[in-house]
């Protein structure tokens, strides 16, 4: 058999085998990809049933094959994995990472330590400003002008700065 007759053979029963695979899946990437499956491998054996009237269901049953065979496949894949750990594999862990809660207590530990340091007026401001208040609310509280209560977060900032600076270095960003 020649080349020239087997595509020409493929290509009119590819069409019917579409139509089959739509009954597997309506994918139309999974329909082309059962039809290709099915044709690359029907190419094996194809001498002992070209020509023959049962060609058609013979493609059929590979394609069915295929598409069972990726089914069980699937679900395979899919009952093992586990999630959690598949989210740690994108991010580059092969296990999951452990927060490391010490590291933490000892950043807000110093932090509340250069808080006690502040004045007790500019640490109030600073504590109003941090739970949303805007400046014109807390100058009406404080009773002071706005400029004022800019004047004192901006210092309070600039002091936590320079008293947190260990931590700037190694977090970028967290300066303001």
Not at 4 to 31: G, M, V
Not at 33 to 59: G, T
Not at 67 to 90: C, G, L, M, P, T
Not at 124 to 152: V, W
């Given at each position: 058999?020649?080349?020239?007759e087997l ?10 085998l579409?139509n ?78 452990v ?6 207590r ?71």
């Amino acid at each position: 058999m020649e080349s020239r007759e087997l595509n020409l053979e493929l290509a009119k029963n590819q069409q019917i085998l579409k139509n089959i695979a739509f009954k597997f899946t309506k994918d139309p990437e999974e329909i082309e990809e059962l039809v290709q499956e099915a044709l690359v491998r029907s190419v094996k054996y194809i001498d002992k049933f070209f020509n023959n009237p049962k060609l058609v269901a013979w493609l059929y049953v590979i394609m069915k094959n295929v598409y069972i065979n990726n089914y069980r496949r699937s679900q395979k894949q899919y009952r093992f994995e586990d999630h959690q750990k598949a989210s740690y594999q994108v991010d580059g862990c092969s296990e999951p990472a452990v927060d490391n809660r010490a590291e933490g207590r000892f950043v807000m530990n110093d932090i509340q330590s250069a808080m006690k340091k502040l004045p007790k007026d500019y640490y109030d401001l600073f504590m109003r400003f941090m739970d949303g208040y805007k400046y014109r609310e807390l100058a009406e509280e404080f009773n002071m002008p706005e400029g004022t209560i800019k004047t004192r977060i901006h210092y309070t900032r600039k002091f936590l700065q320079k008293q947190l600076a260990v931590y700037s270095n190694k977090h970028k960003g967290w300066a303001a």
